[in-house]
C-alpha cells in the first residue's frame, strides 16, 4: 500500500523556523511531482509548493522568499524549510506527490494523487 507519512510541525514564536518532511513507502515505481498544501481553519485548503521530479519549483506569493521546497528523489521524500514565520502561516499543513504504484496487493500499477495526514503548524507568541 503506497502511503505519505509526515512530520515536523510544531509550536513556533513568529519570526521562528520548521522544517516539515514527508516520506513516501510502499511499493512504488515512479514519484513525479510533489507538493505542500495547508489549510487554516473556515479556509479552503491552498497550495504552499510544489516541485517537479526535475526540481523545479513554485511557490505562492505570500511565502516566496520564507519558504523553500526541496525533495530527495533517493529517500522518496519532500521538505519544506519555513523562516520567518508569521501568525497566518498557521494552519494544518498536507504533502501530496503523484506516484506511479501498486494502491493494493494484487492490483496493476497505476498513477494516483496521495495525500500525508495532515500536520499541525501553529505561530503564535
Known amino acids: 500500500q503506497v502511503q505519505l507519512v509526515e512530520s515536523g510541525g510544531g509550536l513556533v514564536q513568529p519570526g521562528g523556523s520548521l522544517r516539515l518532511s514527508c516520506a513516501a513507502s510502499?511499493?512504488?515505481?515512479?514519484?513525479?511531482?510533489m507538493g505542500w498544501y495547508r489549510q487554516a481553519p473556515g479556509k479552503q485548503r491552498e497550495l504552499v509548493a510544489t516541485?517537479?521530479?526535475?526540481?523545479?519549483?513554485n511557490y505562492r506569493d505570500s511565502v516566496k522568499g520564507r519558504f523553500t521546497i526541496s525533495r530527495d528523489n533517493a529517500k522518496g521524500t519532500v521538505y519544506l524549510q519555513m523562516n520567518s514565520l508569521k501568525p497566518e502561516d498557521t494552519a494544518v499543513y498536507y504533502c501530496?506527490?503523484?506516484?506511479?504504484?501498486?494502491?493494493?496487493?494484487?492490483?496493476?500499477?497505476?498513477?494516483?494523487?496521495?495525500w500525508g495526514q495532515g500536520t499541525q503548524v501553529t505561530v503564535s507568541s
Open positions: 501530496n506527490a503523484r506516484i506511479l504504484g501498486i494502491p493494493y496487493s494484487g492490483s496493476n500499477p497505476v498513477t494516483t494523487d496521495y
Open positions: 510502499g511499493n512504488i515505481f515512479s514519484i513525479y511531482a
Open positions: 516541485i517537479t521530479s526535475g526540481g523545479s519549483t
